[in-house]
C-alpha cells in the first residue's frame, strides 16, 4: 500500500493486474501463445490472474505459476449444445469477474470467445484488449455477435497477422500487429537439432493439428496411402478414443502412425523431414500456424496453404512451399522430389532457421507489453 500511495502522490500511474481469460486449456495454437504472453507479462514485474475453464487441467496454460480461476465450459460436438455450454460459460465468468474487478485492472481476452469477461469489464469501466486468432468461426451470426462485442468493449485490439487484421478488422479499437513467437526454451532446442537426411532412415513427413476434417486429416491419409515408401505422422489434439471413433472402419495405411494429443512435441520434429499445414481454406483459414514456426526453428521446410497467415511465413521455394490444399497431385509430387533430393531439403532447412530467428520471443513480449502500457 506505501508503494501505491507514493507513486498517487508522485502522479504516476499505478499498475493493476492483468487479468487473462481463454475458454479452453489444452495443446493447440492459442493457448500456447498467450502462455507465452503470461511469461513476459510476468517477466516485467506485473500481477497476472488467468481464468479458463475447468473442463480440462493439463494443457498449455498449466503450471505458469499465475494466479488460477476456473469457471464452468463443457465442449460437445454437437453444435446446439456447444453453444448453450458456450453461452452458460460467459454467464459464470461474467457473474465471477463483474465483482472483483477494480479500475485499474486490464482484462485480456484471448480469442473472441470469453466475451463475458469483456462484458463485465465494460461495465465496470475496465480497460479490455483482444488477442485475436481466429477468422473462421460458425455459425456466422455468432461471429457477428462476438465481433460487436469487441467493438463495444475494446481499447484494443492485437492481431497475430496483417492478414487476420485486414480480414477481421474491428473499427474502433486501436489495432496493432503482433506476430507470434516461440519461447527461448524451445528455439534453443530447435538451434541445437541437427537436421538430417539419410539412407539409413525414412523420409517422415508430419503434421500436428486438431482432429477436424476441414484441418486436412483426410488429405494427410491419402498422401500416405500414395507414397507408402515415405513415412507419415500425424500427432492429433485428442484423446484415442475420440481418433478411434473419427477413424472407426477405415483401413489405414501402414506408412502412417497416429498420436494422441502430445505435451512434448520436439520428438517428433527430431523425426521429421517436411511439415505439412492441409486446413482448408474454403473452412478454415490458418491466421498464423504455430506448428509452422516450430518446424521452422528445428530447421524443417513446410508445405503450406497458398492462402491466410501461412503465406507471411513461408516463402515459396525459399523456406517451402504454398500449394493449393486440393491440389493433391502438387503435393504428392512435391514430398516424392523432396523425399529422393537431399541437396534440396538441406537448402530449404537453413533458409527456413534463418526465417524462425525474426519471430523472437523478446520482440513479441515486447510489442505486448507496450500495447498493455500505452
Known amino acids: 500500500k506505501g508503494e501505491v500511495l507514493k507513486k498517487v502522490y508522485a502522479g504516476l500511474p499505478v499498475k493493476g493486474k492483468i487479468i487473462c481469460v ?66 452458460f460459460s460467459q454467464l459464470h465468468l461474467f457473474a465471477k469477474l463483474f465483482f472483483h474487478l477494480k479500475k485499474n485492472d486490464t482484462v485480456y481476452v484471448n480469442t473472441l470467445l470469453p466475451f463475458g469477461a469483456a462484458l463485465a469489464a465494460k461495465l465496470r469501466g475496465v480497460r479490455v484488449i483482444y488477442h485475436l486468432h481466429e477468422t473462421s468461426m460458425n455459425p456466422p451470426v455468432l461471429k457477428w455477435f462476438l465481433k460487436k462485442v469487441v467493438k463495444w468493449t475494446a481499447s484494443n485490439v492485437i492481431y497475430v497477422s496483417r492478414f487476420l487484421q485486414e480480414k477481421e478488422s474491428v473499427t ?19 538451434r541445437a537439432h541437427q537436421y538430417e537426411i539419410s539412407d539409413e532412415k525414412a523420409f517422415t513427413v508430419l503434421m500436428l493439428c486438431s482432429l477436424k476434417e476441414y484441418k486436412g486429416v483426410n488429405e494427410f491419409v491419402t498422401l500416405a496411402r500414395r507414397l507408402h515408401l515415405v513415412k507419415f505422422e500425424l500427432v492429433l489434439n485428442s484423446e484415442k478414443n475420440e481418433i478411434d471413433k473419427y477413424f472407426a472402419g477405415q483401413e489405414l495405411p501402414v506408412n ?40 521452422m526453428s528445428y530447421g524443417i521446410p513446410e508445405l503450406v496453404p497458398n492462402v491466410g497467415g501461412p503465406v507471411e511465413i513461408v516463402e515459396h521455394g525459399l523456406n517451402g512451399f504454398r500449394i493449393d490444399v486440393k491440389d493433391l497431385d502438387k503435393i504428392t509430387e512435391t514430398i516424392q522430389f523432396l523425399s529422393s533430393n537431399k541437396g534440396e531439403c538441406l537448402r530449404l532447412s537453413t533458409q527456413a532457421r534463418e526465417k524462425a530467428e525474426h519471430f523472437t520471443i523478446a520482440t513479441m513480449n515486447e510489442r505486448l507489453n507496450s500495447v498493455i502500457s500505452n
Open 172 to 190: 474502433g479499437p486501436e489495432p496493432h500487429v503482433v506476430y507470434n513467437a516461440l519461447s527461448e526454451e524451445f528455439r534453443h532446442k530447435g
Open 256 to 295: 502412417l502412425t497416429l498420436f494422441t494429443k502430445q505435451k512434448n512435441v520436439h520428438p517428433f520434429y527430431e523425426r521429421a523431414h517436411l511439415v505439412l499445414n492441409l486446413s482448408h481454406p474454403d473452412k478454415w483459414i490458418e491466421t498464423f500456424g504455430m506448428t509452422i514456426l516450430e518446424a
Open 22 to 87: 481463454h475458454l479452453l486449456n489444452d495443446f493447440s495454437g492459442s493457448p500456447l501463445v498467450l502462455s507465452n504472453a503470461i511469461r513476459g507479462f510476468v517477466q516485467k514485474g506485473r500481477q497476472v490472474q488467468l481464468y479458463t475453464s475447468s473442463a480440462t487441467q493439463d494443457g498449455f496454460l498449466s503450471g505458469l505459476g499465475v494466479q488460477e480461476k476456473s469457471f464452468w465450459y463443457r465442449f460437445h460436438e454437437n453444435k446446439m449444445k456447444r453453444l448453450v455450454a458456450l453461452t
